[in-house]
């Protein structure tokens, strides 16, 4: 079992950043490929970013060149890096260990002027 808690979220303007981080217990995140999701209200839930246990990444066109993911496996922890926010980035960002049914509480980030 995996226990995930995402943090780091909150309010910004439009052009602002957060750093989202996902914590992992139970189980070692280094084993997994990692992605970041996103749900809007009325929308369904979409894949934000992914890392590869070997450090590969791949993104949503939406995010491409303004979200980093990244890892830190000594911490057991991913985090999104994201810069240049815009209004229709708001969502609850959710971390999950690709392909299992693991997930966190979620974190709401709001972009608004």
């Known amino acids: 079992q995996v226990r995930l808690v995402e943090s780091g979220g909150g309010s910004v303007q439009p052009g602002g950043s957060l750093r989202l981080s996902c914590a992992a217990s139970g189980s070692s995140l280094s084993i997994y490929i990692m992605a970041w999701y996103r749900q809007a209200p009325g929308k369904q839930r979409e894949l934000v970013a992914r890392?590869?246990?070997?450090?590969?990444?791949n993104y949503a066109d939406s995010v491409k060149g303004r979200f980093t993911i990244s890892r830190d496996n000594a911490k057991n922890t991913v985090y999104l890096q994201m810069n240049s926010l815009k209004p229709e980035d708001t969502a609850v960002y959710y971390c999950n260990p690709w392909g299992r049914n693991y997930w966190g509480q979620g974190i709401q980030v709001t972009v608004s002027s």
């Open positions: 890392i590869f246990t070997e450090g590969t990444t």
